[in-house]
């Protein structure tokens, strides 16, 4: 029997409540699986923590998550501390320290959940977004000089290396390879940003021939938004600098339903290091304690860290059941429904149990 050693870091906001959900579920599936087990360790950093220690980890925080098998994480952000303290301070370092530099977005139209699209309902819409994680436009490379003067200058520079690209490319091309459609859109804006962005274009054209099956095109930005919106059919899996990514999940999972189910992966693929997963959402505070967060964006990334650490058949099952308490309309209200988040996770967790 294989046993996980899961590192929870459900931190603020609906974090602790979603975190709680998935793991009720996790260990729902190992217990209907049999063939593992999940040892969870939480850890309880973030804006309280900083409230008392005036940081959101130790300074060995990372040296502490080494050990394990994956990081679970629910959100950070809290009304009376400054963003950029509570991100730069616990997700970040974390991020940037294990080198987790395949951020995977997975976005479709779940059963029951209507897309603000017209006439695309499950099936139209099943994309895997992957989003180079360490480098490009948010590098912090760059500076300010003259401050407050009327020659202020401000520099924010892209850094793009041949290592950077080729290693996303090519967790791209596998990743698409490994669909049945196997297809990949390379997101570029090489017309207007004629150094980094060609580099990335010419790295992806040799990364391509190591994978003869994979279809792929290339597609400018701003013109992935509309085919993301006309024509979201003619989509599978796609590869994307650190902002354009950025930007074109948050328009992906809107397009899907909801903030709500959107889920993402950290990983570092050498596996080197322990991968993170989490839900996209933050710690929604105008919802905060009472009891109707949606746990199914913690539910799906829990299918992404069960398939990540060799589970595959225990992803399915979590996801196949998730697909069916939705399609049956057992839903937070963020997605139209009425029920609460424990009821929606009881309901996933007898859909596991249920399931052969
Ligand atoms: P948010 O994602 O927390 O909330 C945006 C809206 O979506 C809110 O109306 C919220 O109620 C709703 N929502 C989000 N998740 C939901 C869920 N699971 N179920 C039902 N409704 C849900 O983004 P916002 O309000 O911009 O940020 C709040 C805090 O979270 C900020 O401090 C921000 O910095 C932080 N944040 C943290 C992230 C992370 O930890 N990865 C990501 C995004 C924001
Ligand atoms: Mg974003």
């Not at 729902?28 to 939480?42: E, I, K, N, Q, S």
């Not at 020659?151 to 080729?166: P, S």
Request: glycine fraction near 10%.
């Amino acid at each position: 029997m294989k046993t996980y050693k899961i590192a929870a870091i459900p931190a603020d906001g609906i974090g602790p409540e979603v975190i709680a959900a998935g793991l009720q579920a996790l260990e729902t599936l190992a217990r209907r699986d049999g063939g593992f087990t999940v040892d969870v360790t939480h850890f309880d950093w973030g804006s309280d923590y900083y409230k008392k220690h005036g940081e959101m980890m130790p300074a060995n925080g990372t040296d502490q998550l080494k050990p394990f098998d994956a990081i679970f994480f629910g959100a950070v952000g809290a009304p009376d501390v400054p963003d950029h303290i509570t991100l730069w301070g616990l997700r970040l370092p974390i991020c940037q320290g294990f080198d987790q530099y395949a951020n995977v977005r997975p976005t479709k139209i779940l059963p029951g959940i209507k897309s603000p699209l017209e006439n695309v309902g499950p099936g139209d819409l099943d994309w895997v977004i992957v989003r180079e994680n360490s480098e490009g436009e948010y590098s912090g490379h760059g500076g300010r000089a003259h401050r407050g003067l009327p020659e202020e200058v401000g520099t924010e520079v892209a850094i793009f290396t041949r290592v950077g690209v080729t290693r996303i490319m090519r967790y791209a091309f596998k990743l698409a390879q490994s669909r049945p459609r196997k297809l990949l859109t390379v997101v570029t804006k090489s017309n207007a940003q004629r150094h980094g962005m060609v580099m990335w274009d010419e790295i992806a054209a040799e990364v391509s021939r190591e994978f003869p099956d994979v279809k792929w095109d290339k597609m400018l930005v701003d013109a992935m938004t509309v085919r993301m919106t006309l024509k979201p059919k003619s989509l599978d899996t796609i590869v994307a600098t650190n902002l354009h990514a950025d930007i074109l999940s948050d328009l992906a999972g809107a397009l899907a339903g909801s903030l709500g189910v959107a889920p993402t992966a950290n990983i570092d693929p050498e596996r080197r290091y322990p991968s993170m997963f989490e839900p996209i959402h933050g710690s929604a505070f105008d919802i905060t304690g009472k009891g109707i967060a949606n746990p199914v964006a913690t539910f799906w990334t829990a299918a992404q860290m069960l398939e990540h650490l060799g589970e595959p058949q225990a992803a399915r099952r979590l996801m196949d059941a998730v697909e069916q308490v939705s399609g049956k309309g057992i839903m937070t209200p963020d997605i139209g429904g009425t029920a609460n988040t424990q009821e929606v996770t009881d309901a996933v967790c007898e859909a596991i149990r249920a399931s052969n």
